[in-house]
């Protein structure tokens, strides 16, 4: 039984979000029924409803096609405007397994013969077509009038990358005609935001076969990738941490101790070595802070102790959940583990979520949510400790006045989290950082500190990510922006462009002059015209140009393009570091 704190049963779900999720997974059966009517043969898999619309599986015969999506949305259609009656039938199992074989649904029945014998079945009719589900389900199909069909992929039966292979297909559904025309809008405007282009466009980043889910990044997205590590390295100083570095690879013991073997197994790396011995890549960077706080005994005065590691992890993803920057099997974490007494939770709690909010408003997110996850039905440690943890959680936010939501049973096996969700130009939401407050893990090592009275005390593991993945953090920054990212941030500031030969020398001393105010300049001396190269630059979206012909030499000066679409007219050398820096250096530049 998972037993939840005061906390925990404030948080209810709105009514209109049920009715929506109601809706869409009817519609998921609609689509199920019109695959049915056009493909006998096909046969159903699951199809639950999702964040912004459904999907359905299916195990079919022929790849289906952009063409066959149409004609699968066309006779939606036609069941829609049928507005059949949607019925509930309660069977036993015995009596759905008989329903389901004399129909021929294999995974149906599959799923069936892993539900208890005595277990009520609950199945869903509408026309001639039945499903097995738990509902609940819209009254008829005409209620569902305003979805569209997104696309097809791959997937797996039940996820399992050894199981059967199904054809997936996507839809959106919503409530109103204007809220589907909208959600399509945005979609359109992710599409033209999608990092995965952008980051080729602007020579980034790219992904091969001879290390899936790894970047290669090229000089530009390096720089940008290393702007983001200055920032909260410095940050971090500021704040009171010290940064470490601990091994890629570890011994298999470690992670046994530390619960990882048991519980993270599937996703971690490991390998055996010719003394037979087992090593694994390490998932996560908590268990090398936790033996660098083990190394030497440590006092009160100690406290807390603040350890900032821009740690590279390593995770066994599926290929087929890995997503461009977003999902990867290797990528670096801005991880921090704060160790402090019982008496100092609250005040770190504070400070780091202080340190959240304004390091994401300074990238330029100002909507935030915050969720507080609590204690999972599968979890390590006292109901007691659980409750102080979560409470304490609470009251950090509390005490900041920030509103925050409750996800009950959604924390770690070892203490509850809060996680840090920024709402996108476009609204979406991306989950990034977060904070997870442990007292498992200095269990588990045996981890004590000299408390004021001389006696050895247990210390408290405060897990800490800001970025969270900087590799997933840099693909939000670029959706965000549209690649526009601010002058600030932004790994080439500014490219002067030469117009012929006998520029080239004044060009290059440009370069020389910005770079010596610690500006981030290249130039374009290649013989193609003015035109072109500017046209280049700019879509790579460059926040300065400079351009230099015979005038510009003559007077020592430059004609500036600004991508804010600022007008700038020929500013003279002495003048361009002022005008730059100051554009550069405000972080609401565009």
């Known amino acids: 039984m998972n037993t939840q704190c005061p906390l925990v049963q404030r948080e209810n779900e709105r009514q209109s979000d049920l009715d929506l999720a109601t809706l869409r997974h009817s519609c998921a059966h609609l689509l199920a029924m019109a695959v049915k009517e056009l493909y006998p043969s096909a046969k159903l898999a699951l199809g639950p409803a999702i964040e912004d619309g459904f999907y359905y599986d299916f195990s079919m015969d022929e790849p289906l096609s952009s063409e066959a999506l149409e004609k699968i949305e066309t006779q939606m259609r036609n069941l829609t405007q049928q507005d059949l009656p949607i019925q509930q039938l309660i069977m036993t199992r015995?009596?759905?397994?008989?329903?389901?074989?004399?129909?021929?649904?294999?995974?149906?029945?599959?799923?069936?013969?892993?539900?208890?014998?005595?277990?009520?079945?609950?199945?869903?009719?509408?026309?001639?077509?039945?499903?097995?589900?738990?509902?609940?389900?819209?009254?008829?199909?005409g209620v569902i009038r305003h979805f569209k069909l997104t696309r097809v992929s791959g997937a797996y039966w039940r996820g399992d990358a050894k199981g059967m292979s199904l054809q997936r297909i996507y839809g959106t559904c919503w409530a109103s005609e204007q809220e589907l025309k909208e959600h399509l809008r945005r979609q359109e405007e992710a599409q033209r935001r999608d990092h995965r282009r952008l980051g080729v466009e602007l020579d980034y980043f790219h992904f091969q076969e001879e290390a899936v889910g790894s970047v290669f990044w090229h000089p530009r997205g390096w720089k940008l990738f290393l702007q983001l590590i200055d920032y909260m390295r410095s940050e971090q100083d500021r704040a009171g941490y010290v940064e470490v570095n601990t091994p890629d690879v570890m011994n298999r013991s470690l992670w046994e101790t530390s619960g990882h073997w048991k519980n993270y197994r599937q996703h971690m790396f490991a390998c055996t070595t010719e003394d037979e011995s087992v090593y694994a890549l390490k998932p996560m960077n908590c268990p090398g802070a936790v033996l660098l706080f083990r190394q030497g005994q440590k006092s009160f005065r100690h406290l807390p102790l603040r350890l900032a590691e821009f740690g590279k992890?390593?995770?066994?993803?599926?290929?087929?959940?890995?997503?461009?920057?977003?999902?990867?099997?290797?990528?670096?974490?801005?991880?921090?583990?704060?160790?402090?007494?019982?008496?100092?939770?609250?005040?770190?709690?504070?400070?780091?979520?202080?340190?959240?909010?304004?390091?994401?408003?300074?990238?330029?997110?100002?909507?935030?949510k915050i969720k507080l996850s609590t204690r999972p039905d599968q979890r390590m440690g006292s109901e007691s400790d659980w409750d102080f943890l979560e409470s304490t959680l609470g009251l950090a936010l509390d005490s900041l006045k920030l509103d925050y939501h409750i996800q009950a049973g959604e924390g770690a096996f070892y203490g509850p989290k809060l996680e840090f969700a920024l709402k996108d130009a476009i609204g979406r939401e991306w989950q990034c950082g977060t904070l997870q407050v442990d007292l498992n893990l200095p269990e588990s090592f045996d981890l004590t500190f000299i408390n004021g009275e001389g006696h050895k005390?247990?210390?408290?593991?405060?897990?800490?990510?800001?970025?969270?993945?900087?590799?997933?953090?840099?693909?939000?920054l670029i959706e965000h922006h549209a690649g526009r990212l601010p002058a600030w941030l932004s790994p080439v500031q500014i490219v002067i462009l030469s117009i012929a030969d006998r520029h080239v020398d004044y060009a290059a001393q440009l370069v020389d002059v910005l770079k010596n105010h610690k500006m981030r300049a290249e130039s374009d001396l290649s013989a193609d015209t003015i035109s072109?190269?500017?046209?280049?630059?700019?879509?790579?979206?460059?926040?300065?140009?400079?351009?230099?012909?015979?005038?510009?030499?003559?007077?020592?000066?430059?004609?500036?393009?600004?991508?804010?679409?600022?007008?700038?007219?020929?500013?003279?050398?002495?003048?361009?570091?002022?005008?730059?820096?100051?554009?550069?250096?405000?972080?609401?530049?565009?």
């Open 313 to 368: 992890v390593h995770r066994y993803e599926p290929s087929g959940t890995l997503h461009g920057l977003l999902r990867v099997r290797h990528f670096t974490q801005d991880d921090a583990h704060i160790f402090c007494g019982r008496e100092q939770i609250l005040d770190e709690c504070r400070r780091i979520v202080s340190f959240v909010l304004n390091t994401y408003r300074h990238f330029g997110f100002d909507r935030i």
């Open 94 to 141: 015995d009596e759905a397994l008989l329903f389901f074989a004399r129909s021929v649904e294999p995974l149906k029945i599959e799923v069936l013969e892993q539900i208890p014998a005595s277990a009520t079945i609950t199945v869903y009719t509408q026309g001639g077509f039945a499903d097995l589900c738990r509902g609940p389900h819209v009254a008829r199909t």
């Open 532 to 590: 072109n190269k500017i046209r280049k630059h700019s879509l790579q979206k460059i926040p300065f140009l400079l351009i230099v012909g015979d005038r510009e030499c003559a007077e020592r000066s430059v004609s500036v393009r600004c991508r804010s679409g600022e007008k700038a007219e020929a500013l003279m050398l002495d003048k361009l570091p002022q005008f730059l820096s100051e554009r550069i250096s405000d972080t609401h530049s565009k």
């Open 457 to 476: 005390e247990r210390p408290v593991m405060l897990h800490r990510a800001l970025f969270g993945s900087l590799e997933r953090f840099i693909g939000i």
